[in-house]
Protein backbone atom coordinates (compact mmCIF):
# COMPACT_ATOMS: atom_id res chain seq x y z
CA UNK A 1 0.00 0.00 0.00
CA UNK A 2 2.60 2.20 1.01
CA UNK A 3 4.70 1.25 -2.70
CA UNK A 4 1.46 2.59 -4.36
CA UNK A 5 0.92 5.75 -2.63
CA UNK A 6 4.82 6.50 -3.65
CA UNK A 7 4.70 5.79 -6.98
CA UNK A 8 1.29 7.86 -7.02
CA UNK A 9 3.34 10.60 -5.52
CA UNK A 10 5.81 10.70 -7.87
CA UNK A 11 3.52 10.11 -10.88
CA UNK A 12 2.21 13.25 -10.27
CA UNK A 13 5.18 15.37 -9.55
CA UNK A 14 7.04 13.67 -12.66
CA UNK A 15 3.45 15.20 -14.60
CA UNK A 16 3.58 18.28 -12.56
CA UNK A 17 7.16 19.24 -13.80
CA UNK A 18 6.86 17.68 -17.16
CA UNK A 19 3.78 20.33 -17.75
CA UNK A 20 5.83 23.26 -16.21
CA UNK A 21 8.61 22.36 -17.86
CA UNK A 22 6.62 22.78 -21.40
CA UNK A 23 5.24 25.95 -20.41
CA UNK A 24 8.02 27.68 -19.82
CA UNK A 25 10.65 26.47 -22.18
CA UNK A 26 7.95 27.45 -25.27
CA UNK A 27 9.31 30.09 -27.20
CA UNK A 28 8.13 33.20 -28.43
CA UNK A 29 8.88 34.12 -32.17
CA UNK A 30 8.72 38.14 -33.13
CA UNK A 31 8.15 37.80 -36.61
CA UNK A 32 7.99 41.21 -39.21
CA UNK A 33 7.13 42.10 -42.39
CA UNK A 34 6.16 44.91 -44.76
CA UNK A 35 7.91 47.45 -47.68
CA UNK A 36 10.53 45.03 -48.82
CA UNK A 37 14.01 46.76 -47.66
CA UNK A 38 12.38 48.82 -44.53
CA UNK A 39 14.68 49.39 -41.58
CA UNK A 40 13.25 48.89 -38.50
CA UNK A 41 14.65 48.15 -34.77
CA UNK A 42 13.22 46.28 -32.33
CA UNK A 43 13.52 46.66 -28.61
CA UNK A 44 12.60 42.99 -26.58
CA UNK A 45 12.15 42.17 -23.11
CA UNK A 46 11.29 38.68 -22.04
CA UNK A 47 11.41 37.55 -18.54
CA UNK A 48 14.68 38.63 -17.63
CA UNK A 49 16.26 38.81 -20.98
CA UNK A 50 16.55 41.90 -22.72
CA UNK A 51 18.32 43.40 -26.41
CA UNK A 52 17.85 45.40 -29.59
CA UNK A 53 17.91 43.90 -32.83
CA UNK A 54 18.87 45.93 -36.35
CA UNK A 55 17.45 44.45 -39.49
CA UNK A 56 15.34 45.23 -42.53
CA UNK A 57 12.60 43.39 -44.04
CA UNK A 58 12.69 40.60 -46.98
CA UNK A 59 10.49 39.65 -49.80
CA UNK A 60 8.71 37.04 -47.06
CA UNK A 61 8.74 37.74 -43.84
CA UNK A 62 11.24 37.94 -41.89
CA UNK A 63 11.79 36.56 -38.37
CA UNK A 64 13.11 38.80 -35.99
CA UNK A 65 13.58 37.07 -32.80
CA UNK A 66 13.15 33.84 -30.86
CA UNK A 67 13.03 33.61 -27.13
CA UNK A 68 12.35 31.87 -24.33
CA UNK A 69 10.96 32.53 -20.88
CA UNK A 70 8.86 35.37 -18.65
CA UNK A 71 6.67 37.79 -20.76
CA UNK A 72 7.37 39.31 -23.74
CA UNK A 73 7.55 42.76 -24.66
CA UNK A 74 8.71 45.18 -27.81
CA UNK A 75 9.04 48.17 -29.40
CA UNK A 76 9.43 47.58 -33.41
CA UNK A 77 10.23 51.50 -34.50
CA UNK A 78 10.67 52.15 -38.57
CA UNK A 79 13.18 54.42 -39.52
CA UNK A 80 11.27 55.41 -42.38
CA UNK A 81 7.66 56.67 -41.01
CA UNK A 82 6.87 56.12 -45.15
CA UNK A 83 7.24 52.55 -44.78
CA UNK A 84 4.41 49.81 -43.76
CA UNK A 85 5.21 46.82 -40.72
CA UNK A 86 3.07 44.39 -40.09
CA UNK A 87 4.06 41.75 -36.67
CA UNK A 88 3.01 38.74 -35.92
CA UNK A 89 3.90 37.25 -32.65
CA UNK A 90 3.89 33.90 -32.42
CA UNK A 91 3.92 31.40 -29.03
CA UNK A 92 4.76 27.77 -29.75
CA UNK A 93 3.31 27.20 -32.85
CA UNK A 94 -0.04 29.99 -32.09
CA UNK A 95 -0.49 33.54 -33.60
CA UNK A 96 -0.87 35.30 -30.59
CA UNK A 97 -0.65 38.57 -31.86
CA UNK A 98 -1.33 40.84 -35.49
CA UNK A 99 -0.55 44.36 -35.78
CA UNK A 100 0.80 47.01 -37.96
CA UNK A 101 2.46 50.26 -38.36
CA UNK A 102 0.68 51.58 -41.33
CA UNK A 103 2.44 54.46 -43.21
CA UNK A 104 3.02 57.73 -41.24
CA UNK A 105 3.22 56.16 -38.17
CA UNK A 106 6.93 55.41 -36.13
CA UNK A 107 6.18 51.73 -35.16
CA UNK A 108 4.33 49.70 -32.47
CA UNK A 109 4.74 48.99 -28.98
CA UNK A 110 3.19 45.55 -27.94
CA UNK A 111 3.40 44.13 -24.80
CA UNK A 112 1.95 40.67 -22.56
CA UNK A 113 -0.69 41.64 -20.32
CA UNK A 114 -2.09 39.32 -17.72
CA UNK A 115 -5.20 39.53 -19.71
CA UNK A 116 -3.90 39.36 -22.85
CA UNK A 117 -1.78 41.51 -25.70
CA UNK A 118 -1.71 45.05 -25.74
CA UNK A 119 -0.52 47.04 -29.06
CA UNK A 120 -0.02 50.77 -29.16
CA UNK A 121 1.13 52.78 -32.30
CA UNK A 122 3.84 55.15 -32.06
CA UNK A 123 2.40 58.35 -33.93
Known sequence: ???????????TALMALAFTGCQSSQTTRLN?????????????KAGSLEGTVSTQTQAQTTAVLE???????????????AS?????????????LQ?????GTHGLMIAEKPGGWATETIP
Open 84 to 96: ELSIEVRRGSRTV
Open 99 to 103: ASSPQ
Open 32 to 44: VHGTPGAAFTARY
Open 67 to 81: VSGGRFEAEVVKKDP
Open 1 to 11: MKRMTTLRLAA
